[in-house]
């Protein structure tokens, strides 16, 4: 059974920064595309950032480009997204999704974790 | 990278059909045959219920169906159940290796 716990969220001031974290278990990690998708408090899903199988694909919403860095270490079968220069507005709980497949062009996010949330707050 | 546009609410009463609309673009949507739909329930992680369109994940109900015309994709949820309320979000592959989430549609069994 696939399972992924996500952690690191909290409260951080405005500019500040984390590392969120998301461990996997119950499949071959190294085979499947990644993905962070967030949702603010009281709204939608919005697709965040995605990595491919073999860590040197990557890809970004135009909202966090420059801010956040997504990568994983197959080894550990865990994904990672550093946030940095966090704003209000990236206030959220961020979910790790499994792709179907090795690369983002599946369009299908197969399995999803509990969630981190994120505060970004003064 | 625009949401997807979907309706902000439809209902209808157990046993009846409903149909939720999701309206993209030529650049995803209308694109690629990679539209995939999620049910969210309340405090919970989002479940995938189709993918390519009008394929079901293992385990889901035949209850749910999608289809696609244009740059328009459509989720119908036949015999409508107490269970089927939830949030229903639409999903596309965009250029780019990105993907894109609709703005989401609250499902009301009546």
């Known amino acids: 059974e696939v399972h992924l716990l996500e952690s690191g969220g909290g409260s951080v001031q405005p500019g500040g920064s984390l590392r969120l974290s998301c461990a996997a278990s119950?499949?071959?990690?190294?085979?499947?595309?990644m993905s962070w998708v967030r949702q603010a408090p009281g709204k939608g899903l919005e697709w965040v950032s995605g990595?491919?199988?073999?860590?040197?694909?990557?890809y970004y919403v135009d909202s966090v480009k420059g801010r956040f860095t997504i990568s994983r270490d197959n080894s550990k079968n865990t994904l990672y997204m550093q946030v940095t220069s966090l704003r209000a507005e990236d206030t959220a709980v961020y979910y790790c999704?499994?792709?179907?497949?090795?690369?983002?062009?599946?369009?299908?996010?197969?399995?999803w974790g509990q969630g981190t949330l994120v505060t970004v707050s003064s | 990278q625009s949401a997807l546009t979907q309706p902000a609410s439809v209902s209808g009463s157990p046993g009846q059909s409903i149909t939720i609309s999701c309206t993209g673009t030529?650049?995803?949507?209308?694109?690629?045959?990679?539209v995939s739909w999620y049910q969210q329930h309340p405090g919970k992680a989002p479940k995938v219920m189709i993918y390519?369109?009008?394929k079901w994940p293992s385990g889901v109900s035949n209850r749910f169906s999608g289809s696609k015309s244009g740059n328009t994709a459509s989720l119908t949820i036949s015999g409508l159940q107490a269970e089927d309320e939830a949030d229903y979000y639409c999903?596309?592959?965009?250029?780019?290796?990105?993907?894109?989430f609709g703005t989401g549609t609250k499902v009301t069994v009546l």
């Open positions: 999704a499994k792709d179907r497949g090795f690369y983002i062009d599946t369009g299908m996010l197969q399995s």
């Open positions: 119950g499949f071959t990690f190294s085979n499947y595309a």
């Open positions: 990595i491919g199988g073999g860590g040197s694909r990557t």
């Open positions: 030529s650049s995803d949507v209308g694109s690629y045959n990679l």
């Open positions: 390519e369109v009008s």
């Open positions: 999903c596309s592959y965009a250029a780019g290796g990105t993907y894109v």
